[in-house]
């Protein structure tokens, strides 16, 4: 282990790091990330790092576009505060409510504000149970979540998670959860069945699911389009296409958790476009600010805020509501973002980028470390694997992934290991050369990773 500098110990003394191991921290050795460039960012020692996964799937516009600087800026000097609460209301958050219904790839009647996406989710669930009360459907309450989902962590959001570290030794999930199959054909799909049959069983134990449970006790359905921190799984194109009917014919509403592929990230604005299905109500946050500032909201239909309508009248007012829920910062930052995707044409930009993409992520699928590489737009993921061809996994206590992504940060370049999962998501910004340059890294990492598997022995 090399020295730990000042600063890094002074990280350790005061910060929890979220998903980190606490008790190998000091092992570890925190990273400093001092300031950011485009979709480069600089640590404290001066050392620069490609940001391959724009922060947490985030960034989209990079680390230093003045136009949003100014943006940010403008907002503060004019009003750097307020709320919606109460009949309150300011020009940015308008703006972005108005923004988001048009570019929304469904009929949205009005926008609620949140601040992450954990929130927004949180938000969905609660709506959903108050609509179904709205209807005078008291017993329709349970949600749908899949195996390897990533919704959030708040109590609720946590448990629509299908991740096991999110769920072990915090008693969660917690009752009205129930997960459903993970659409990942390369792990989950059976020894010789096509990827139809098995987009077939997937719908079949969705259906039976529904019986088990009974229709009238589930009032939604929540996935991502590609499922992001659950490890880059694209579902099969059939995939939506054979579970939405099942869905509607049991009156279930499709929330659809677009918090990574909103924005352009799957080469169109939202990914349900790009996967082929029609929800009744999404979520949004990260690439709505591109980041500059935390935002998230609930995009809703006109029967969902007839229900608020209902409700309100019935109680008196509509409980729910965040602090910064819309905060003006973040409005401002939202409608400048938006406004740049527009004129930079970023979707445009992922869809021109998406074929180089695809084809380094497939050259990485001959590397001896890699079982299989996936990817939509400007995502994607490698799984490694102990052997290519039974496609038999490492011991997850080895963490192989964890290796390989330390060697990458030696090599300049960060991406985010999901157990033994990469996964890619550079700012949409990024030109041909610098995707290129963040591939050449990673496949040296991986050659450093198969030199390392062999020394442990592990083949
Ligand atoms: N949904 C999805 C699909 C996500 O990827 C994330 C975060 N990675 C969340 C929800 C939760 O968002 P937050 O961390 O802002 O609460």
Redesign the pocket.
């Known amino acids: 282990m090399t020295q730990l500098t000042n600063m890094q110990v002074r990280d350790i003394e005061a910060l929890v790091h979220p998903y980190t191991p606490q008790h190998r921290i000091r092992e570890i050795g925190p990273l400093v990330v001092e300031k950011g460039h485009g979709v480069w960012i600089t640590d404290s020692q001066g050392k620069e790092y490609i940001e391959g996964l724009s922060g947490?799937?985030c960034a989209g516009l990079g680390f230093s576009d003045e136009e949003m600087i100014e943006a940010g800026i403008e907002q503060l000097r004019k009003l750097p505060y307020y709320h919606l609460f109460g009949a309150k209301g300011y020009e940015p958050a308008i703006e972005l409510a108005e923004s988001l219904k048009e570019i929304a790839p469904i009929p949205i009647s009005k926008v609620l504000f949140a601040s992450?996406?954990?929130?927004a989710?949180d938000t969905q669930i609660k709506l959903a149970w108050y609509y179904n009360n709205a209807r005078g459907k008291p017993d329709k309450k349970k949600i749908i979540s899949r195996v390897k989902a990533?919704?959030?962590?708040t109590v609720m959001?946590a448990s629509l998670t299908g991740l096991p570290n999110n769920h072990i030794d915090f008693d969660l999930p917690v009752a009205r959860v129930v997960h459903t199959d993970c659409p990942q054909y390369y792990r989950f799909g059976l020894e010789g069945e096509t990827e139809a049959e098995f987009v077939a069983r997937l719908a079949a134990s969705l259906q039976a699911l529904i019986e088990r449970e009974g229709p009238e006790t589930i009032a939604a359905f929540i996935a991502?389009p590609v499922m992001?921190?659950g490890g880059v799984i694209v579902p099969p194109d059939a995939y939506f296409a054979a579970i939405q009917p099942i869905l509607a014919a049991h009156d279930i509403l499709c929330i659809s958790?677009e918090?990574?592929c909103g924005f352009g990230r799957t080469g169109n604005w939202f990914g349900c476009e790009t996967m082929g299905y029609t929800p009744h109500t999404i979520?949004v946050?990260?690439q709505m600010t591109a980041s500059y500032a935390?935002l998230?909201a609930v995009l809703l239909p006109q029967f969902m805020v007839d229900a608020l309508d209902s409700q309100s009248a019935k109680i008196g007012t509509f409980g729910h509501g965040y602090t910064y829920g819309g905060h003006p910062l973040g409005c401002a930052l939202g409608v400048k973002a938006i406004e740049i995707y527009k004129k930079r044409d970023v979707v445009g930009r992922v869809r021109a980028m998406a074929p180089l993409f695809a084809e380094r992520i497939r050259r990485l699928e001959e590397h001896p470390l890699v079982g299989n590489g996936r990817s939509k737009g400007l995502i994607g993921g490698i799984e490694l694997v102990a052997d290519k061809a039974t496609k038999k996994p490492f011991d997850p206590k080895l963490g192989v992934g964890g290796q390989v992504n330390a060697f990458l940060q030696n090599r300049g370049a960060i991406l985010r290991a999901m157990g033994d999962t990469l996964g890619l998501c550079p700012p949409m910004i990024i030109s041909e050369a610098e995707l290129n340059e963040l591939f050449d890294r990673l496949e040296g990492a991986l050659n450093d990773g198969e030199d390392w598997v062999r020394r442990q022995g592990l083949r």
């Open positions: 947490l799937w992450s996406g954990s929130e989710n990533y919704h959030g962590v959001t991502e992001g921190a958790d918090v990574i979520s946050a990260k935390p998230s």
